[in-house]
């Protein structure tokens, strides 16, 4: 019974040694086994581990890649002296959990480092380029450039760069509105010189049309004075023809005419001799002139 009871305890601490003593790494993890925090050796190979209970502890890292996103804009000036705020990312993976472990002790610490680094590669980097090299195929090379500057720094860190990128690059909001206004400014600009080019044009269209019109009124009032001429000649020659085949009906019917025009208004006084020649068809009865 005594020895049923020492085995129990025994195997009771053997699992409790065991429990504390035995861990797994995981296939996406890497860690450092820590003697009353100085490191003892680093385990970057998945499965079963053992570490002294109560005197070790496993420190885990990712294995995978990893992510950091520029906390800020950097405001960069190019070599063209125009100035971009510009946003980074960052993609990296922890290659030496050991010196990773010695220098930034965990991701939020390395967060800040390498977003440190980064900054100060891209200022570098791109203060040597214009705007047209970040906006045309260079824009590649200057990004490689920055991660080789950021892998060379970053491998005192215990971190292998896999890429860097500019997320993007756009001019201050001063600049830019600066920008809109001198865009606006020459917009307008032209708008009042097509308004002007078009204001002359119209003045041209209305002067020539003004001319022709004044020309083919000129030239309608001289054709119809021409024709109202003719016409008259015509109707004069018409006139003289068919009265001169009888000059005493003539003369008896312009008389005529000119009794109505005078005798056409009531109140109409004439004041004449009674042997006027106005009267001459009023002598006899048969209205043949008096001699």
Same mark, same amino acid.
């Given at each position: 019974?005594?020895?049923?009871?020492?085995?129990?305890?025994?195997?009771?601490?053997?699992?409790?040694?065991?429990?504390?003593?035995?861990?797994?790494?995981?296939?996406?993890?890497?860690?450092?086994?820590?003697?009353?925090?100085?490191?003892?050796?680093?385990?970057?190979?998945?499965?079963?581990?053992?570490?002294?209970?109560?005197?070790?502890?496993?420190?885990?890292?990712?294995?995978?890649?990893?992510?950091?996103?520029?906390?800020?804009?950097?405001?960069?000036?190019?070599?063209?002296?125009?100035?971009?705020?510009?946003?980074?990312?960052?993609?990296?993976?922890?290659?030496?959990?050991?010196?990773?472990?010695?220098?930034?002790?965990?991701? %939020?610490?390395?967060?800040?480092?390498? *977003? #440190?680094?980064?900054? @100060?590669?891209?200022? +570098?980097?791109? =203060?040597? !380029?214009?705007?047209?090299?970040?906006?045309?195929?260079?824009?590649?090379?200057?990004?490689?450039?920055?991660?080789?500057?950021?892998?060379?720094?970053?491998?005192?860190?215990?971190?292998?760069?896999?890429?860097?990128?500019?997320?993007?690059?756009?001019?201050?909001?001063?600049?830019?509105?600066?920008?809109?206004?001198?865009?606006?400014?020459?917009?307008?600009?032209?708008?009042?010189?097509?308004?002007?080019?078009?204001?002359?044009?119209?003045?041209?269209?209305?002067?020539?049309?003004?001319? %022709?019109?004044?020309?083919?009124?000129? *030239? #309608?009032?001289?054709? @119809?004075?021409?024709? +109202?001429?003719? =016409?008259? !000649?015509?109707?004069?020659?018409?006139?003289?023809?068919?009265?001169?085949?009888?000059?005493?009906?003539?003369?008896?019917?312009?008389?005529?005419?000119?009794?109505?025009?005078?005798?056409?208004?009531?109140?109409?006084?004439?004041?004449?001799?009674?042997?006027?020649?106005?009267?001459?068809?009023?002598?006899?009865?048969?209205?043949?002139?008096?001699?």
């Amino acid at each position: 019974m005594k020895t049923s009871t020492i085995s129990i305890i025994g195997l009771v601490v053997l699992g409790f040694v065991a429990l504390n003593g035995l861990f797994i790494v995981q296939q996406t993890q890497q860690g450092i086994v820590l003697q009353f925090g100085e490191p003892k050796r680093t385990l970057q190979d998945p499965g079963l581990n053992w570490k002294i209970p109560f005197i070790q502890n496993v420190v885990f890292y990712e294995n995978r890649v990893l992510s950091m996103v520029s906390s800020d804009s950097d405001e960069v000036i190019l070599a063209d002296q125009k100035r971009l705020e510009v946003d980074t990312y960052a993609r990296y993976q922890i290659v030496n959990p050991l010196l990773f472990y010695q220098t930034v002790r965990n991701v %939020q610490g390395v967060e800040q480092r390498l *977003d #440190a680094i980064v900054d @100060s590669s891209v200022r +570098r980097v791109l =203060g040597g !380029a214009t705007l047209v090299d970040i906006l045309s195929e260079k824009r590649s090379d200057l990004t490689t450039s920055i991660r080789e500057e950021v892998n060379a720094s970053a491998e005192s860190l215990g971190l292998d760069i896999i890429d860097v990128r500019i997320r993007r690059a756009d001019y201050p909001d001063a600049t830019s509105q600066n920008i809109f206004n001198r865009m606006k400014s020459e917009r307008e600009r032209e708008a009042k010189e097509f308004r002007a080019t078009g204001e002359e044009e119209a003045q041209k269209i209305r002067a020539d049309a003004d001319k %022709q019109r004044t020309v083919m009124v000129a *030239d #309608a009032r001289r054709q @119809s004075e021409i024709l +109202r001429g003719e =016409g008259d !000649a015509k109707s004069i020659q018409i006139y003289a023809d068919a009265f001169g085949q009888d000059k005493d009906f003539f003369s008896f019917y312009r008389s005529m005419q000119a009794y109505r025009k005078t005798f056409s208004e009531e109140g109409t006084s004439l004041v004449l001799s009674p042997d006027s020649e106005f009267f001459r068809f009023f002598g006899s009865k048969s209205g043949a002139a008096s001699e």
